[in-house]
């Protein structure tokens, strides 16, 4: 489902923004007819396991699908972006920081599935 994966990490120092650089190709193989529940996150690892993190604020994800097959790039704030900081969050994030990219179809109000997912990143920042 996800190819040519490409991912880079930008850190400011001076603005305290850092962020995850993302783009891939796409395909999905089952019935697409509903482009509006399919989103996609990049999830960063917490210490206990099965835990992750958005770092996502309120508001659309970035990244979404309107076709069944196509090309997505976008660029994710992390938990240690200096605008998204959560004590809680960070306090529980696993060091080094370590992600992946999550393509997500949803279920119900404020709920989704993970149905692919890449392999595990670990932060160069």
Not at 24 to 37: E, G, I, K, L
Not at 38 to 54: E, H
Not at 109 to 123: G, L
């Amino acid at each position: 489902m996800l190819t040519n994966l490409e991912i880079a990490e930008a850190f400011d120092s001076t603005s305290k923004r850092h962020e995850v650089i993302v783009s891939f190709d796409y395909a999905f193989t089952a019935n697409f007819t509903q482009p509006s529940v399919y989103f996609c996150t990049v999830q960063f690892l917490g210490k206990q396991a099965g835990r992750s993190y958005s770092g996502m604020g309120r508001g659309p994800a970035p990244c979404q699908f309107t076709e069944d097959k196509g090309s997505v790039s976008f660029r994710w704030a992390t938990p240690l972006d200096g605008d998204n900081r959560d004590r809680r969050i960070i306090e529980d994030l696993l060091l080094p920081v370590q992600y992946f990219v999550a393509v997500h179809q949803k279920v119900g109000k404020n709920q989704s599935n993970i149905i692919a997912y890449s392999q595990t990143f670990q932060s160069t920042k």
